[in-house]
């Protein structure tokens, strides 16, 4: 078994290849690392963070002959993975197992091509954070692969501190279908000029809590790799989201392969390779000065809305559709405020000081003195529409009108008003005191001046604003839903279950949640609303919803509100 073995062969130092070295040698085995050229290997050597004596650096391929597992992270590339398996398989004793770190390729090809069908797999890694402990790593088998191999090599992973999931040879596996897709469509907004690169990024990581944005997460890849892994995985499935987007392609013929070449979508300095450039967001536009806020609404996102207001420093007015609902929402906000005292969190004073800032009531004539309104109702059109007409005809004029919808349309709500050019969307995440990112949507009708305000008071929240035009789920939402939509349709096909999925996303890509979990928080109904919301927009076939959604929602199964949905919950 290879995991018996203290030898280990790798060939190919780059981002994977380093990665794999560092871990064998931090786990006390013996590592031959091999490269094509003395070029290669000095270049190579330099991305080896682990020190000891247990490595051994060479061009000669022979030398990978007395280990027990032999490892190959070369390019994307089919013909170099199969032809460097048939050299080696006549040099190494027939015990020796291969593995191929491939994410777009068939490991059954690849194995076949290998001589020896029955000892070769895939092990696909997540090398973006090389340190974590307990990250997963996804181990492949192919139809012919020994159980016993697959056993040893888990035993392996686990060693080396990592969690062994096991998947099918589907193309992408788990981590690299869903990724994938998801890091080409962010490129493709970026390149269609619908959000700006630090607009995406901000979006993606203050919005969802994912480590990095997915335009950094192609630098920390590689573009040249990106491009060949999209490149495999198109062909193989003809899926159009894996077709590279085409700067992805102008962008490797220039050179501007990301970090390791010192620029990709930022430039990166030689003290550590931090991402450079300017903030997401607008260039600064004139703004009205906003000196009360309103909210309309009573549930959990007006609520938390009214709070960031009025902890702010905003005199905030809440509107309800009732007395009772007026009140209850006053008793929320109070109840969210005491938990902050209690955690330490807000000072004792704040309490006292907020709640004076902000008063209730249950018609819209309240809302008279706001210079700036946040609708916060149903997610239903005509009710929206319908606050937006009675906004109009109480507000003053210049008051900026914003609606919190995630997905409908905001010129919709905009032309509900005699002012459209004063109406801007104005997407909060929940929980809106906790979640520091505001979508900030623009009709081809806001004016400067709204679109500004929106900006300028997201600063004053201590929000973190990104701009977008007004377009069905904006940046997150168009972002994540086909994600989330495609780890759905994944479970359904059986090759994986939805713990399996989410261990990947999370022990792997270190996402703070699994795709199918995020769905059971969102709820079910909700997320299949947003998901026929994005195939209606664009009429797109990969953005139909998922089948196995939509019968879980017809079933009643929406998620963790109801106790069962792609997971069990307790209630």
Known sequence: MPHHSSTVAVFGLGTTGAHLVDLLLRAGRQVIAVEADDTALRRGRARVTATGDGAE???????????????????????????????????????????????????????????????TVGLHLFPLDPVREGAAVEVVGTP????????????????????????????????????????????????????????????????????????????????????????????????????????????????LTGRAAGRGFYVYGTGGGVPEGAAGGPAAAPSRPVRRIGVVGSGTMAVGIAEVCARSGFPTVLVARSELRAKEARAAVERSLERGVRRGKLAPEALGASMDRL???WAMDALGECDLVVEAVAEDIGVKRAVFAALDAVCPPGAVLATSTSSLPVIECAMATGRPEDVVGMHFFNPAPVMRLVEVAHTVLTSPETLGTAHAVAAGLGKRAVDCPDRAGFIVNA?????????????????????????????????????LRLLDVIGLDVSLAIQRTLHRTFREPQLTPARHLELLVDAGHLGRKTGRGLHPHDV
């Not at 000029?193 to 890849?221: F, K, N, Q, V």
């Open 57 to 119: 650096f060479t061009t000669d391929m022979a030398r990978a002959a007395g280990a027990g597992l032999v490892i190959e992270a070369l390019p994307e590339r089919l013909e170099a993975k199969r032809g460097l398996f048939a050299r080696l398989h006549p040099l190494c004793p027939p015990h020796t197992v291969f593995a191929t770190t491939t994410t777009g390729l068939s490991v059954t090809e690849i194995a076949f091509g290998a001589g020896r069908a029955d000892r």
């Open 144 to 255: 012919l692969t020994a159980d016993g191999v697959l056993a040893g090599i888990g035993e392996l992973i686990r060693d080396l501190g990592r969690i062994p999931v096991p998947v099918a040879d589907r193309p992408g596996f788990i981590g690299g279908a869903l990724t994938m897709a998801y890091l080409n469509d962010a490129v493709t907004m970026y390149e269609r000029r619908y959000a700006s690169r630090d607009s995406i990024d901000t979006a993606m990581t203050l919005g969802c809590g994912l480590p990095r944005g997915p335009l950094a997460h192609l630098d920390e890849m590689g573009l040249d790799t990106a491009y060949d892994t999209l490149e495999a995985l198109y062909g193989r499935t003809g899926d159009p989201r894996f077709a590279p987007a085409p700067t992805l392609s102008h962008m490797v013929a220039a050179g």
């Open 359 to 361: 008063s209730t009531g």
């Open 479 to 515: 972002l994540l839903f086909p994600y989330l939509n495609s780890a759905v349709a994944m479970l359904a096909e059986g090759l994986a279950t939805a713990e399996e999925i989410d261990t990947v996303m999370t022990a792997g890509l270190g996402y703070p949640m699994g795709p």
